[in-house]
């Protein structure tokens, strides 16, 4: 969702996915999950570079954003009236 602002909403995306890529890589290519686990993958996605991990990171929300529906709309709206009346669901909570 922050992939939709500029420039600001591009840098807190980026911190993002730098955050969520050091603990995966370190797991996926030092700890060697990924040739330990995944020896049917290729050699070069068994021990994926670090920018390469981010970048992942990035695509992958970005296709998220894009390609999930919105499935809940939220909506707030409040009415106030200057006239010195309170409105009925005021005292109906007051009760």
């Known amino acids: ?15 993002g996915a730098i955050g969520l ?4 890589w370190f797991f996926w290519t030092v700890m060697e999950i990924g040739k330990r686990y995944f020896y049917f993958v290729p050699a ?12 992942l990171f990035i695509v992958i929300a970005i296709l998220k954003g ?7 709309s939220v909506s707030n709206s409040q009415a106030v009236r200057n006239d010195g009346r309170e409105d009925k669901t005021i005292e109906i909570i007051k009760r």
């Open 44 to 55: 070069t996605y068994q021990s994926i570079g670090f920018a390469d991990c981010v970048g």
């Open 1 to 15: 969702m922050l992939n939709k602002i500029p420039i600001i909403g591009w840098i807190l995306s980026a911190i």
């Open 21 to 24: 890529s050091v603990p995966f």
């Open 66 to 72: 894009t390609l999930t529906p919105n499935i809940f």
